[in-house]
């Protein structure tokens, strides 16, 4: 099946800094991908489509320019959280779809976030 | 709008125990259904699916028929083992967009 990949597994930084993630899709071209981020012990929720060559679709309640989103190829979508607080602290997960029509998506490993 | 609602965990059983999780869904159209399974500190894996109505996805001992008459997809497996303690995603899919709306997970805890 389709691989998606993303880096790092796991970062810890300085409060106030800002963080990069990366998702990529190995083994086929994704022009859109998704971000979500999980609290302990409860589901994804769904922070924002990322569309390639154009600007990324936000959830309601996510602020955009703390959740800065650039998906400047078919593989590779970025996430960077801007000025990180300690309440940004998650679990960060991207998924894409491989362009079938059954909706399957694939999940990348997931990105744990802590923030000092 | 499309939901999902998945019974609450945790549900914690012993070795080869059987095991069923509650999913059911409301949707417009006609979706494709999914249980995705989270080992502890990972993402998520497809475990099984189902993308019309009657189909039944297994895998892994695991199965879930599409019930459109009872709008659900219940997660059953005969015998769970140790290995099988995970958080459980129903999900349900649009056709279009590979958009995917999730349930609230159902943690299951197996015991020796």
């Known amino acids: 099946g389709a691989v998606v990949s993303q880096h790092p597994s796991r970062v810890i930084c300085k409060s106030g800094t800002s963080v990069k993630i990366e998702c990529r899709s190995l083994?086929?071209?994704?022009?859109?991908m998704f971000w979500y981020r999980q609290f302990p012990k409860k589901s994804l929720m769904l922070m924002a489509t990322?569309?390639?060559?154009?600007?990324?679709?936000?959830e309601q309640g996510v602020e955009k320019d703390k959740f800065l989103i650039n998906h400047a190829s078919l593989t590779l979508s970025t996430l960077t959280v801007t000025s990180a607080h300690p309440e940004d602290s998650s679990f960060y997960i991207c998924?894409?779809?491989?362009?079938?029509?059954?909706?399957?998506?694939?999940f990348g490993e997931g990105s744990r976030l802590t923030v000092l | 709008g499309n939901s999902v609602t998945q019974m609450e965990g945790p549900v914690t059983l012993s070795e080869e125990a059987f095991l069923t999780i509650n999913c059911t869904y409301t949707?417009?159209?006609?979706?494709?259904l999914f249980w995705y399974v989270q080992y502890p500190g990972e993402g998520l894996q497809l475990l099984l699916k189902?993308?019309?109505?009657?189909d039944k996805g297994s895998n892994k001992g695991f199965e879930a028929t599409y019930r459109k008459e009872t709008t659900s997809f219940h997660l059953e497996k005969g015998s769970v083992q140790v290995s099988d303690s995970a958080v459980y995603f129903c999900?349900?899919?649009?056709?279009?967009?590979?958009?995917?709306?999730f349930g609230g997970g159902t943690r299951l805890m197996v015991k020796p």
């Open positions: 990322s569309n390639e060559g154009s600007k990324a679709t936000y």
């Open positions: 949707a417009t159209g006609y979706p494709s």
């Open positions: 083994d086929f071209q994704a022009t859109t």
């Open positions: 998924s894409a779809g491989d362009g079938s029509n059954t909706g399957e998506l694939f």
């Open positions: 999900a349900l899919g649009a056709r279009a967009g590979n958009m995917l709306t």
């Open positions: 189902a993308t019309k109505a009657d």
